[in-house]
């Protein structure tokens, strides 16, 4: 019963859909019988909490109450699998509501920027500085609900490997929400060039952030044309940082020669004109009479394309190169295993991501089955969002307000869309244990432990004020942390824990060594 | 120790120098330094400033008796002196940025120096590479563990206290990280609140929790010692050096306190900052602009650094560093891409300024490196090496434990402090 019941919200249910689940409950045992070993595997002895723990904190954002129950009971096996397709799983209906109410989240991106970009002259007369900063405004909202999506989803959302690969994809194809227009298309990018593709082929997910109005903007490829007149025409950036940092490595094998190739075959790649009377549906164009058509050979290939093809010929040499599938089997291998990922480790994944013709959900399947993997269980130290994601969904405590979440994580140097620098987000202890952020850390953990964090006050005009009136605190019960976390933690903090007074411990757990780490 | 400060002292060098004229003119600021006598004789201190992400150094110290530096930058150039927006006049060759006119004072006053046409040997135009290169130390060797400050801070002599060194942000640059132990503080408007373990049960709860041994509890002891020095530094005396109005912007703000900190605190003998948004590839900007608009506070904090250290201004030198330079020629965005050599800032009551270091190797196209970048003739590293030696005092032994194989001394920066 249990078993069945966990495959769904814990809430009760009429007695026909019930039953319904009962047959379906039978028609999945004899699903297993059928299926090849790895699933076969989950009917076999339940997992320890340990294991269950460690496969929530790496493929999920931390463990919840209800995931950790629903993991014990339908295994681990079948919890990677399921999460492997994310397609497959419904998202809970408050969670879509609430998404829903962010009206900016699910416009498209010539539709953002005629409605929030920087204002035109009408007719020949410029807007006044006052309607600029109105405007500027206005897109800022479009920002704020870009990260509420983002850490709304990261809480709870049931695809949460889903959304840990948006956090891992978005920070290896980073954009910056400082620059002007990407602060209106962030939300954007990664609704349309990074979600889609997290657990596809890595070819397409490289094309569709090349071809984003965001990344256009970010690394000034939208600059990038071809040389008239002796001019200058030439603009590099993104042709250096797509090789050096979103496929080849900077070990790749490739040359300065190489970046101004690249950059002369992605010339014409650019935004659309503010207007768009050209392409009225499209934010981001290729312009002919911007591209270089001279032939060329890049990286020892004469290219066969011409024109827009071409860039995306380049690009797919770049995808399935073998140094690319050595670059990103490190950097997973660092996501999920250490820091310092065994060398092995890479080779192997590296050599599933070429046969596999760059395909993540595979290399992914080997790596989640991988011994390193499941040695490295506490070994890695939390990023500021995932500190703070973690924290809340273990808190079991209802978020109506996400931001002050998002201004805890700037506070610890991790503002949501916030990194200047393509190469994103660290994910290393390196990067990020300092003692500052250790003690803000702890006060995080005071705070969301007491319930002082407003989670609750709503947005102005939002339609959950009666929530924020009934419970304007919400102090976190240490018996539900204590549930999902009591056989895992070190033994001095079970002894502190002891010693303390029992409305503290909620907050030490939280603020504890152990639940900085996973 | 104690004895020898009190006999320098009594030597009267520091009692002259505290009636100096400049000092007096200081006197309406209250309490400044001398509620300090802990570094009489003078703790000598180094503090890093990153400039992340390759500051055009050709548009901050302006070679504008070259030629080709105008034809190569025809929409972005700094004007030559003289000329409406022009640069400020550093001497027949050089120019200083006109937003950076907050710095010109310490230039007059022999307290700044520049080092053109300065950095690393290592070819890389990856901000990443050329980041972690001035950062370890090491151009070229991409395994150096730890960061050249730390190492620094090791080969630095005598007893080693908790909080020697410090980085100002949320989180720590690699230049620091290492075995040596170091704080950061964010020095933000809400640094000096009360933290939320204050209360004495919590904090025992929370020092039982981290009563380890491992990397977190030692950050934990860390982040109390350093919280507890900067209130105990800062409380008092900074409502009335500031009037309880601090500077509008961040980094003025931040340097500020930074140097109440180094003025009240005498163990702290290092420190970092990064500022980051220097990539200008798109519209730049001339005397006005985008990278204008980066280095106005950034001159504006570093002259509020200086005159917040008071006293301790003598004893300390700031270096200004970024990972390369940026192209000649202007692209067709009006902005700068990835380059070579750029130009690194010196400055500090020690230092002998006034005057632009290093050998210029000119912009014509036979003189730049790989046809479109300035050279470089100055390594980074002896730039440093010369201020390590000179100024902190390093033995052979500590500097080449501090940067493992340097560059030989460049005897043109012998004179870069005095002795």
């Not at chain 1, 026909?16 to 070993?37: D, F, G, K, N």
């Not at chain 2, 950050?219 to 020095?229: L, P, S, V």
Request: one cysteine or more; hydrophobic letters at 45%; aromatic letters at 8%.
């Amino acid at each position: 019963m249990r078993r069945a019941r966990a495959l769904y919200h814990s809430v009760s249910l009429p007695a026909a859909v019930t039953a319904m689940r009962r047959r379906y409950a039978a028609l999945l045992a004899v699903l297993c019988l059928a299926m090849p070993p790895l699933y076969a595997k989950a009917a076999a002895p339940a997992p320890s909490d340990q294991q269950v723990l460690h496969v929530l904190n790496r493929l999920a954002f931390g463990s919840t109450l209800d995931d950790f129950y629903r993991v014990k009971a339908i295994g681990i096996a079948r919890y990677i699998a399921e999460q492997l397709h994310p397609e497959t799983i419904p998202e809970p209906f408050d969670l879509t509501l609430r998404l829903d109410q962010l009206g900016t989240a699910k416009a498209d991106a010539v539709e953002l920027r005629r409605l929030y970009g920087p204002l035109r002259p009408v007719l020949g007369v410029k807007p006044t500085p006052e309607e600029q900063k109105a405007q500027q405004e206005r897109a800022r909202t479009v920002l704020a609900e870009a990260q509420q999506d983002r850490i709304l989803r990261a809480l709870y959302s049931r695809r949460q490997l889903q959304e840990v690969m948006v956090d891992f994809w978005f920070n290896h194809f980073n954009v910056f929400a400082g620059e002007e227009l990407d602060r209106i298309w962030v939300g954007n990018y990664v609704a349309q060039a990074i979600r889609p593709y997290v657990l596809g082929h890595f070819r397409d997910l490289l094309l569709a952030t090349a071809k984003h109005p965001a990344m256009l903007v970010y690394l000034d490829n939208t600059q990038n044309t071809v040389q008239k007149n002796g001019g200058p025409g030439l603009n590099e950036n993104y042709a250096r940082e797509v090789m050096e940092l979103h496929t080849l490595g900077v070990d790749g094998g490739y040359a300065q020669a190489d970046v101004i190739m690249l950059a002369r075959i992605l010339t014409g790649w650019r935004l659309n004109t503010p207007d768009g009377r050209q392409f009225p549906n499209s934010a981001a164009v290729f312009v002919g009479s911007r591209h270089d058509y001279a032939p060329k050979i890049f990286l020892g290939h004469k290219m066969q394309a011409s024109g827009r093809a071409e860039g995306e010929e380049a690009l797919a040499l770049l995808a399935g190169s073998p140094a690319t599938a050595r670059h990103i089997s490190f950097e997973l291998a660092q996501y999920f295993v250490a820091d310092q990922p065994p060398p092995a480790l890479v080779e192997r994944l590296a050599k599933r991501f070429l046969a596999s013709d760059g395909d993540i959900r595979a290399v992914l399947q080997t790596l989640f089955q991988s011994p390193e993997f499941w040695n490295s269980a506490g070994d890695k130290y939390k990023t500021p969002l995932q500190y703070v994601i973690s924290a809340v969904r273990a808190a079991g405590v209802p978020v109506y307000n996400p931001r002050p979440l998002i201004g805890a994580m700037a506070a610890l140097g991790q503002p949501l869309y916030g990194c200047e620098t393509p190469d994103g987000y660290k994910n290393t202890e390196a990067a990020w244990l300092s003692p500052d952020a250790t003690l803000k850390r702890i006060g995080f953990a005071l705070a969301l432990a007491r319930g002082t964090l407003p989670l609750v006050a709503t947005p102005a005009g939002s339609p959950f004020v009666l929530v924020s009136q009934v419970r304007p605190r919400n102090p976190v019960d240490p018996a539900h942390i204590a549930a999902i976390f009591g056989a895992s933690l070190g033994e001095r903090t079970r002894a502190a824990l002891n010693a303390a007074p029992p409305g503290l411990r909620a907050a030490m757990i939280l603020g504890s060594p152990d639940f900085m780490m996973h | 120790m104690r004895r020898r400060d009190f006999l320098r002292l009594a030597g009267g060098g520091v009692a002259a120098w505290r009636a100096s004229p400049a000092r007096q003119s200081r006197a309406g600021t209250p309490k400044s330094g001398m509620a300090h006598a802990a570094t009489p004789e003078g703790q000598k201190r180094l503090v890093v400033v990153l400039l992340r992400g390759a500051v055009d150094g050709l548009n901050v110290v302006v070679p504008h008796a070259e030629k080709a530096y105008y034809e190569a930058r025809p929409r972005i150039a700094i004007g030559r002196p003289g000329a409406p927006d022009g640069a400020l006049p550093l001497d027949a060759r050089f120019g200083l940025h006109p937003a950076l006119a907050a710095l010109m004072p310490l230039w007059r006053e022999g307290r700044l120096a520049f080092v053109h046409a300065a950095g690393s040997p290592d070819p890389t135009r990856s901000h990443f590479d050329g980041q972690f290169y001035i950062e370890s130390g090491t151009p070229g060797v991409h395994t150096t563990p730890d960061g050249w400050m730390n190492r620094l801070l090791a080969a630095l002599p005598g007893p080693h206290g908790p909080t020697e060194a410090l980085s100002v942000g949320p989180i720590l640059p690699r230049i620091l990280t290492g075995p040596m132990k170091v704080a950061n503080l964010s020095l933000g408007p809400a640094a000096t609140r009360k933290l939320p373990i204050e209360k004495p049960e919590i904090e025992a709860a929370f020092d039982r929790l981290y009563g380890g041994a491992g990397a977190l509890a030692q950050a934990y002891r860390e982040g109390k010692a350093a919280h507890a020095e900067l209130v105990a530094a800062l409380a008092s005396e900074e409502q009335a050096a500031d009037n309880g109005a601090p500077p509008p912007r961040v980094f003025p703000a931040q340097a500020g306190r930074l140097a109440l900190l180094l003025r009240g605190d005498p163990r702290i003998r290092l420190a970092c900052a990064a500022l980051g948004g220097w990539d200008t590839h798109v519209d730049q900007g001339g005397p006005e602009g985008r990278l204008a608009g980066r280095l106005r506070p950034l001159g504006e904090g570093l002259a509020a650094f200086a005159r917040g250290l008071g006293d301790e201004w003598r004893n300390t030198v700031v270096v200004v560093l970024s990972e390369f330079g940026r192209t000649l020629r202007e692209n067709d965005a009006h902005g700068t891409d990835h380059g070579h050599g750029n130009v690194i800032w010196v400055a500090g009551g020690a230092v002998r300024g006034g005057r632009v270091y290093g050998e210029w190797p000119g912009l014509a196209p036979a003189q730049l490196y790989q046809d479109r970048d300035l050279a470089v003739t100055t390594d980074f590293r002896q730039v440093l090496t010369a201020i390590l030696e000179r100024h902190l005092r390093l033995s052979d032994q500590a500097l080449a434990a501090t940067f493992p194989a340097p560059p030989a001394a460049d005897p043109g920066l012998a004179k870069l402090l005095a002795a």
